[in-house]
């Protein structure tokens, strides 16, 4: 499956900015999606995942309340709606799928098969 993620941008902090993900592939469906980011200084950090049916969310304490991860199987799209931004949010951002363990919404990137491009998320104080 292929991966391009779309939606980054500059936004003042507490505003809001939704991420798209969108597959390729009739498969979509059967892959457990996540989202994780990146910055120079810093490891990649699991911000949210989501099973295959939707039905399923996991997301880091960080984030807990203000990101919600959401998936359309009819589209073949995952997003992020990222709500009361902050400052430290600002990252790159990566979708990722994965098949081993569609069920489950894993935080792990090493359970993670195919990535995105990234999108890049800039929020000023």
């Known amino acids: 499956v292929q991966l391009q993620a779309f939606g980054g941008g500059l936004v003042q902090a507490g505003g809001s900015l939704r991420l798209s993900c969108a597959a390729s592939?009739?498969?979509?469906?059967?892959?457990?999606m996540g989202w994780f980011r990146q910055t120079p200084s810093k490891e990649r950090e699991f911000v949210g995942a989501i099973n295959w049916s939707g039905g399923s969310t996991k997301y880091t304490d960080s984030v807990k309340g203000r990101f919600t991860i959401s998936r359309d199987n009819a589209k073949n799209t995952v997003y992020l709606q990222m709500n009361s931004l902050k400052p430290e949010d600002t990252a790159v951002y990566y979708c990722?799928?994965?098949?081993?363990?569609?069920?489950?919404?894993?935080?792990?990137?090493?359970?993670?098969?195919?990535w995105g491009q990234g999108t890049l998320v800039t929020v000023s104080s």
């Open positions: 592939g009739r498969t979509f469906s059967t892959y457990g």
């Open positions: 990722a799928a994965q098949d081993s363990y569609p069920g489950n919404p894993m935080p792990r990137g090493s359970e993670y098969r195919y």
